[in-house]
């Protein structure tokens, strides 16, 4: 059933697809180009210098490999400030860290082409890698010159032999302007409707040619500000909602404290009126401090030039310089479980929660009585308690984390001619990316830990740095000045450097003969290519502790690490036949790759492909390819950190669980691995709390051992140009790409099922390798949580159909020009491990399945042009998702079969969503233009999902705001002035 409603939603896309294109009758005359997204095949001009795909510079020839182009006219009319916002919002891209990620976004926005994760697809400038961000290897896209953005070339499937490993996906080729000449200033200006989330742009672009047109420079300048969107500011993300109850929630770090580990059954929460401790009656609404769209301000500079030395010779250079800084905001730091040793002679421990804990600890009155008086350590009745605090310093304001991004990138080379008919290219690159991170209002454990032992409320046991005493039981507002000052007075950051140094060399052209039945050359490229790639993170002592830094996730180690490949190459093109009945042209084109990796070894990667055109009308392509990807800096060489995840339902929570019982064995040996006795286990059996906040500590780390990963990938498709049919092209083009040996991590609940689903043995190395924190039996406070090293043992498949349509008539009174940008993505497939769930999340979204990937979408442009105004439409369109059945399936098993477990019926559909962007462009005089634009025109609200139902970095604000708009109608305005 499954298989026949994926037929017909394709059947569905090609019908739909061309309902939006056809319904203009036939064409009278062809107008000018009103250029959006196009298939390359169809409309890119085909002199263009770059061909995405090959090396082979001939600009008779086009590749096989299915290639759709955004040009710099559909940026233009999307007002986009910044490459990764228009990316995220084409078909068959899946959103990844961006603007929209507040809590997991790391000072960099990146692109998931085909949602296998931006580490599986390359980005490219002019045909040329830079300078990546992080120890991913991952290009940040903050740092592309989109004022100078003359297209972006998206090429579906492996492109390993033509570009190199990391090319398993694709490649998104941002090819600049080459022969810029004049003076061309824009700025804009983009705000909600409600008054926030202002973003200001200007850019600058100055180039002239020289010396008789012998040589060209251009240079660009830009500045870009953007202000933050609060997810207070908007009325369905006020209140933080439980996907599992609907009710206002949120984390159980809260105010006033909330303490477990005390032997008192549930969580316990300090009764303000009272001081007793009772069951937890106030979680802390985390939402109003976090944002939809993080602050941002960028400078950057673009220059470039070519100048011909002598007769087909020529150099060139390219320099790219880019400042960014990217703020995150999140909601208040805190204990966030930590464990800590309180005297019951602490001056802010209220005598009816201490009554309490020495009951539960069989401590007789007097005895209770005593201690609370005994002030001094070496008093006998002096004593004290553990216990997992979970409080909020609210009293400090929110945690920042400021992420300052410098790179710069220059290329130098040298290209002309051997012969009339081969040329050669030589050229060299480097570059470096620094990130600082700098974090304020988070606190130390070993200050909460000093200043919660203290007897007294002027100094503590150990006063040597100036220890303030701290009051952890009081309600908001408790916690002085003096005692921020010192939890908040040291502070912390991380730098990450990265370089690539890069050279290569290319002879390519034809070979000075045809094929028997063709007149074009036989065309071929070989070359060579070297690069060295260096990264390090260098950590202040504080962020390198594990559990130092509150709230601040995992921990950051000095990493340092690096690799060089040497590779060769060579790729060939030939047409076999041309100008014949049925056979306009057979062209076949093959190439292959040998690449050495100082930590990877030799590996192969090859392609074959044709294209074969019956009519001048119609081409038919294919192209089949074996790919590799070697393993990245962070996957070699990162420490074992403890992060947090996202998880709901714990299976060891509740009082279902005791010991002796199957389940209780194997919560209580967890438990013991973590440090605690098997009598500590068994009493906390029963009372261990669900996750804080809904997220629980996970075990991550580098594995040296790791070999590259291999992928098979291949396309056939089509490209129709019908003479019958003027002003009209399209193409349609099925790709399907395997990747095995693939170096992933387990899901949550890969991790989880591989112990609990079923119930395997207290031994087993599933169960084993989960750590409970000792003092309450949680996956929060000091547990390492759950493992998911990195390994070869994944596999991932993915598959779909890619449809691009254009149209362009003079309807007499208006120029129209409409364009048709579809996906449907048949599966996506991810199995961790052999004994691993082989899981499905197209269409799906849960902790187990990041980010949203639609079965279907697609973005319609219709623009018509009076002269000098255009007015253009664009319909985005995603398909409705739904929460995923196993996790659905998990729920249930982790409540004992309980089949109303697992979120709210009403939580568990995203409808289909439609958005309508609609701008005008006006031609005010030859040198100047204005364009204003309503985006999101019918103010859509994103569904509300509830806050715990997918993972922290894409589920966010009780909705998925990388996917659907949360920022609601906005206006944007634009001027350009040309010379």
Known sequence: MKSETKLARAGLMLGGSAAAMLFAAPALAQVAPQEGVVAQDAATPADAIVVTGTLIRNPNLVATSPVTSVTSEELQLRQTNLAEQFLRELPGVVPSLGSAVNNGNGGASYVNLRGLGANRNLVLLDGTRIAPADLDGIVDLNNIPIALIERTDILTGGASTTYGADAVSGVINFITKRDFSGLEATASNQITERGDGN????????????????????????????????????????????SYTGLAGGSGTTVPSRFTGLGLGDNQQIDPATGALIPTYAQFNFNPQNIFQTPFERFNMFGSAWYELADGVEVYTRGLFSKNTVQTVIASSGTFGNTVTVPFSNPYLPTAARNQIC????????DCAAAAAATDPTNPAYRTFQTNAFRRFVEAGPRLSTYTTQLFDYQAGLRGDITDGIQFDISGSYGESENSQRQSGNGTLTRVRQATLATNTETCLDDSNGCVPLNLFGPAGSITPDQLGFLLGVTNGTITKTSLAQARGVISGDVGFASPGAETPVSFALGTEYRKYQAQVISDEL?????????????S???????????????????????????????????????????????????????WEPTSAL???????????????????????????????????????????????????QIVAGGATQAQANALLGNIPTPSAGQINTTIGGNADLDVERATTWTIGAVIQPTFFSGFSASIDYYNITIKDAITTPTIGDALSACFTP????????????????????????ASGLPLPYSNLGRLMTDGIDVVLNYRRDLGFAGLALSFN???????????????????????????CESIQPEFSFNQRTT????????????????GVKYEPLALADDIAAADGDETAGPLERFRTIGAEHYFDLTTRFGVTENFDLTFSVLNLLDNQPKVVGANIGSTAYNSGNVYPSTYDALGRRFAVSGRVTF
């Open 199 to 242: 973003v200001f742009r200007i850019d600058v672009t100055v180039g002239a040619n020289f010396d008789d047109g012998r040589g060209n420079a251009v240079f660009s300048v830009g500045y870009q500000e953007a202000d933050p969107v609060l997810q207070g500011a908007r009325d369905y993300s006020v209140e933080n909602i439980s």
């Open 359 to 366: 009951a539960a600890q069989s401590i007789s009155a007097a």
């Open 543 to 555: 962020t390198q502790r594990p559990d130092e830094v509150l709230g601040n996730g995992r921990a």
């Open 557 to 611: 180690p000095d990493v340092s690490g690096g690799y060089d490949v040497y590779e060769g190459f060579v790729e060939l093109i030939a047409p076999l036949i041309e100008d014949r009945p049925f056979f306009n042209s057979l062209t076949l084109e093959a190439g292959g790759r040998v690449s050495h990796y100082s930590t990877a070894g030799t590996n192969w990667t090859w392609k074959a492909g044709g294209s």
């Open 619 to 669: 081409k038919i392509r294919g192209n089949y390819q074996k790919a590799t990807r070697a393993p990245n800096i962070f996957e070699l060489f990162q420490p074992n950190v403890r992060d947090l995840n996202n998880l709901t339902v714990d299976p060891c929570q509740g009082p279902g669980v005791q010991p002796g019982t199957p389940l209780g064995t194997v919560c209580a040996a």
């Open 759 to 782: 119930l395997q043995p207290a031994t087993s190395a599933a169960c084993a390798g989960i750590g409970r924190d000792p003092v309450d039996g949680s996956l929060n406070g000091t």
């Open 822 to 848: 579809g996906n449907w993505t048949n599966r996506n497939k991810f199995q961790a491990t052999p004994t691993s769930v082989n899981r499905e999340c197209v269409g799906f979204y849960s902790v187990n």
């Open 864 to 879: 018509l042009s009076f002269g000098a105004a255009d007015v253009s439409l664009l319909w985005r369109y995603i398909d």
